[in-house]
């Protein structure tokens, strides 16, 4: 399973565009790239994932680069509750969710 | 409403004691999982099961056991041989087959004291 790296931290203004960079360089054809946010003391909660195509759903958009070496998480317009670790996974056929760091995002009024 | 019930929330336990944390998902999904989360830091896998009667370890399966009986359920054991037990513990789960393509589901965890 390929791993991921995230900048540790990031700071966004409250109404703004959040832009979450991942790079996966070691992933393969057969991988996929999930995003999941954590809210302090609670479960992970899935937000969007890709194979190649850039996706988008009611929560965020991903970009995924042709290579697909790296990736981005767009949250539109960030709020306060957007505040979280943001963590970038690739997942295979193994079914192993291997976690990272994460990027703890601050979303500032 | 389905979903991945983890229970109790908070559990406490004297050094040298196993303990048994419950995992129960009504979502009929095949895989589960278990993971540890420590202060700051980000999950990591301990063991984790594709079918009932099977499971794999994970990266840190040292000191915990699981059992996979029935589909829903899904316990972790924290044994004594667990040197640093207290931690925030998760499970997951999610459908196998098309596996890169599903998303996993996660309870809200139990943290574990041990004194």
């Known amino acids: 399973d390929a791993k991921t790296t995230q900048p540790p931290s990031m700071d966004c203004a409250e109404g703004r565009a959040a832009n979450l960079p991942c790079n996966h360089s070691t992933i393969s054809g057969n991988e996929y790239v999930y995003w999941y946010r954590q809210i302090h003391s609670q479960g992970p909660q899935y937000i969007i994932h890709g194979l190649k195509n850039n996706e988008t759903n009611e929560m965020a958009s991903l970009i995924i680069t042709e290579d697909r070496k790296s990736s981005t998480l767009i949250l539109p317009h960030a709020t306060l509750r957007d505040t979280a670790v943001y963590y970038c996974i690739v997942k295979g056929n193994t079914g192993k969710l291997i976690f990272g760091q994460g990027t703890t995002l601050q979303v500032k009024p | 409403d389905g979903g991945i019930t983890q229970s109790p929330k908070y559990l406490f336990r004297k050094e040298g004691q196993n303990v048994t944390l419950s995992c129960e998902q009504n979502?009929?999904?095949?895989?589960m999982y278990w993971y540890r989360q420590d202060p700051g830091q980000g999950l990591r896998l301990i063991y984790y099961?594709?079918?009932?009667?099977?499971?794999q370890k994970g990266d840190i399966a040292e000191g915990y056991s699981v059992s996979r009986e029935k589909k829903e359920s899904f316990p972790l054991t924290v044994t004594s041989a667990q040197k640093n037990p207290t931690a925030f513990y998760l499970c997951?789960?999610?459908?196998?087959?098309?596996?890169?393509?599903?998303?996993?589901?996660f309870g809200q965890g139990t943290r574990l004291t041990v004194v």
């Open positions: 099961s594709q079918i009932v009667n099977d499971f």
């Open positions: 997951a789960s999610s459908p196998w087959g098309r596996v890169g393509d599903t998303e996993a589901f």
């Open positions: 979502l009929n999904h095949d895989a």
